[in-house]
């Protein structure tokens, strides 16, 4: 556990790398019972889609009100975690554990 929690502190301090991380006792007023993935795709009309793993299968959602649905979803668990410097100091604390 330890090399991967030092191999995620090295990707962390990566330009194009943000690594939030959401603390077990912290109070969540948003449903995050799965992950998800919100895909912008570089296409001619720029589609953006989101991409849901369940235990059976993969689900791609298209729906504008849906895909606004986990936008926002995103933003208020964004705002929960920890980032930066502080998630990096949270990493190696786990590290040293």
């Known amino acids: 556990m330890r ?13 194009n790398v943000t690594i939030g991380i959401i603390r077990q006792d912290t109070e969540a007023d948003v449903w995050h019972d ?21 235990l059976t299968r993969g689900l791609t959602i298209t729906d ?6 986990y936008k926002d979803a995103f933003a208020r668990l964004r705002k929960l975690a920890v980032i ?5 100091t949270l990493l190696r604390q786990i590290a040293q554990a």
């Open 3 to 15: 090399a991967q929690t030092e191999k995620i502190i090295d990707v962390a301090s990566l330009e």
């Open 34 to 54: 799965h992950g998800f993935n919100i895909l912008e795709l570089q296409a001619e009309n720029d589609e953006v889609v989101v991409h849901v793993e369940t």
């Open 64 to 69: 504008p009100a849906d895909v606004a649905a």
């Open 84 to 88: 930066g410097e502080d998630a990096q």
